[in-house]
């Protein structure tokens, strides 16, 4: 039987299909492959064509048997790690070539000493995370948060792919990935990135490097708290994301909120909580929500997940203009922090996204230059 098969389109297919041709049908094409080793050829043969030619890869693959063995090659010992589910992994002993699909991994695996051969797009960016700039401006791009290029990560050849909960969260993706190799899923949207840094670690095998970047951290963090307990006892601090016409707040789950409650920095009451992994809208009709006595405000530009080449900046540049159109919406000049010039202006890409132990380190100098 041959493992190329016809499939229908629900109308749901359809739709993406039309949408978004290039990415659906590589969708698509992968439904209809049905053994492992026919779909290991398949991402080889879009590694050296391209999308473009479906047509012969189906008729490439037409003769592939059924046979359901295994296609692995041996590179290497491998030893067995398990995922954020606990899902044991068969991850090399010692990965060389790592592909990190998020911010979050990106960070951690540049903290622990390993530079990753491919990695993603920063949140609403068209480059690696502006605020790793200095780390991860020369590592190639092999998609965008939540948009793997599968064909690019298979050309990069990865003995190890490492992705959370912050940029895939779809089950038929993963299936996609681990064809190319062996996949990690190393943590949560909203989850603590000690967790995510800690299975990172153990599936590069760095373990111990990561036991101590916990430790500084905490020494860090304990250090410049201890500064601003005083001054700051009584002040009240938010994080604000404006985009286009709109805020968005940062609340106590994701990484720049969980910063703040480290320092002992007091968030207004209808910001101390969690949200739900990601920054939470604001209407202008509520725009007092976002109000403190010090507010910590950045921007990713006019640039989305799904449109990360829509212009803007996440920098400092970025955040000016963000705040000059923010003053001409209704009642923002009213804010308190406003009206107390306690507006200060961050890094987008640091304050507004997520990630790993460098971003919470570089958050705890950005609060000791501004405050202290």
Not at 22 to 48: G, H, P
Not at 91 to 100: D, I, K, M, S
Not at 286 to 300: H, P, Q, S, V, W
Request: charge should be negative; charged fraction near 15%.
């Amino acid at each position: 039987m041959p493992c190329w098969r016809a499939v229908s389109l629900p109308a749901q297919d359809e739709r993406t299909l039309r949408l978004a041709p290039k990415r659906a049908s590589l969708v698509l094409c992968w439904r209809a492959v049905s053994s492992r080793v026919c779909r290991i050829a398949f991402v080889f043969l879009l590694s050296l064509c391209g999308l473009c030619l479906y047509g012969s890869i189906a008729l490439a693959l037409g003769g592939c048997g059924s046979a359901q063995g295994s296609a692995a090659i041996a590179v290497g010992q491998t030893r067995t790690v398990l995922d954020v589910n606990d899902q044991p992994i068969e991850a090399p002993v010692n990965p060389q070539r790592v592909v990190t699909l998020s911010e979050p991994t990106l960070d951690a695996a540049l903290s622990l000493g390993v530079i990753p051969i491919g990695t993603t797009a920063g949140r609403g960016q068209s480059t690696p995370p502006a605020y790793l700039s200095d780390l991860a401006a020369d590592i190639p791009l092999v998609g965008n948060v939540a948009n793997p290029n599968y064909e690019e990560i298979a050309r990069v050849r990865p003995d190890l792919i490492l992705v959370d909960g912050t940029s895939i969260n779809n089950d038929e993706v993963i299936a996609i990935l681990e064809e190319i190799a062996p996949v990690v899923v190393c943590g949560y949207a909203g989850g603590f990135w000690q967790i995510n840094l800690r299975i990172t670690a153990n599936a590069l095998n760095r373990q111990e490097e990561a036991k101590q970047i916990e430790a500084n951290y905490e020494r860090h963090a304990a250090e410049v708290s201890a500064q601003l307990a005083t001054p700051y006892e009584n002040a009240t601090f938010s994080i604000v994301r404006w985009q286009g016409t709109s805020a968005s707040m940062i609340l106590n789950e994701l990484p720049p909120g969980r910063v703040l409650l480290d320092l002992g920095l007091k968030r207004p009451d209808n910001q101390n909580r969690n949200g739900r992994g990601h920054a939470e809208p604001v209407s202008l009709e509520n725009l007092a929500e976002i109000d403190a006595d010090y507010m910590f405000f950045g921007t990713l530009g006019g640039s989305s997940v799904d449109n990360p080449q829509a212009g803007g900046s996440a920098d400092l540049e970025g955040a000016h203009a963000a705040l000059r159109e923010a003053v001409q919406m209704p009642g923002f000049a009213q804010l308190t922090a406003y009206q107390e010039s306690h507006i200060i202006l961050v890094d987008g890409s640091l304050w507004t996204s997520t990630g790993g132990p460098l971003l919470m380190n570089r958050i705890i100098d950005a609060v000791e230059e501004a405050l202290l």
